[in-house]
């Protein structure tokens, strides 16, 4: 359920104090006509509950009624019927929303799902090319160390070699 469609809790705290506290008179219909049922319908119903020692289901309950509702017009059971198709709205009203906030989840889950895939082939696309670039470090200083030894074996002998022509031409030397 989103934060939109959630009462404040003032509005949660005064229905409760309403409640416990009503103003006015309460309305005694329903339960008057709850209390005062036609004759045919408690022999009916005594008939049912001599017969079968299961209790009375609200299937039986309304096929009675509805036998009644011909003869009698209204009934309480049209008014329970009544009580019963709101209170079933009520419920598939909640089942909606509730089915509407799982679907939007999920979406938001497969979005997030999405970006993170894209987010994880980046990361590792950035991470082969520093791994690619550390490669082509390595091999240039391989080279630069091979190289640099070769130069350095290339001087050692020009050194000695230049040595030995300086002793060579100059007895004196202390080379």
């Not at 006509?33 to 299961?54: F, G, H, M, P, R």
């Not at 011909?70 to 419920?91: C, F, I, M, V, Y």
């Not at 939007?104 to 993170?116: F, G, S, T």
């Not at 001087?155 to 040595?163: A, F, I, K, V």
Request: proline share 2%; with cysteine.
């Amino acid at each position: 359920m989103s934060e939109k469609e959630r009462p404040s809790e003032l509005a949660i705290l005064k229905a409760i104090r309403d409640q416990r506290h009503p103003s006015g008179e309460t309305d005694r219909s329903n339960l008057n006509a709850t209390l005062v049922k036609s004759s045919i319908w408690k022999k009916n119903t005594l008939q049912k509950i001599a017969q079968s020692a299961k209790p009375i289901t609200m299937r039986d309950v309304r096929s009675e009624g509805e036998s009644a509702l011909g003869t009698e017009g209204s009934s309480p059971l049209a008014e329970n019927d009544e009580s019963a198709k709101q209170e079933e709205r009520r419920k598939s009203a909640i089942l909606r929303r509730r089915s509407e906030e799982i679907d939007r989840l999920q979406r938001k889950i497969a979005k997030l799902d999405e970006e993170n895939a894209k987010l994880t082939e980046l990361h590792q696309n950035k991470l082969d090319a520093h791994r690619n670039e550390l490669l082509e470090f390595q091999r240039a200083f391989e080279q630069f160390q091979q190289q640099s030894d070769l130069l350095l074996t290339e001087l050692d002998q020009e050194n000695e070699r230049l040595r030995l022509e300086c002793k060579l031409n100059n007895k004196r030397s202390m080379l």
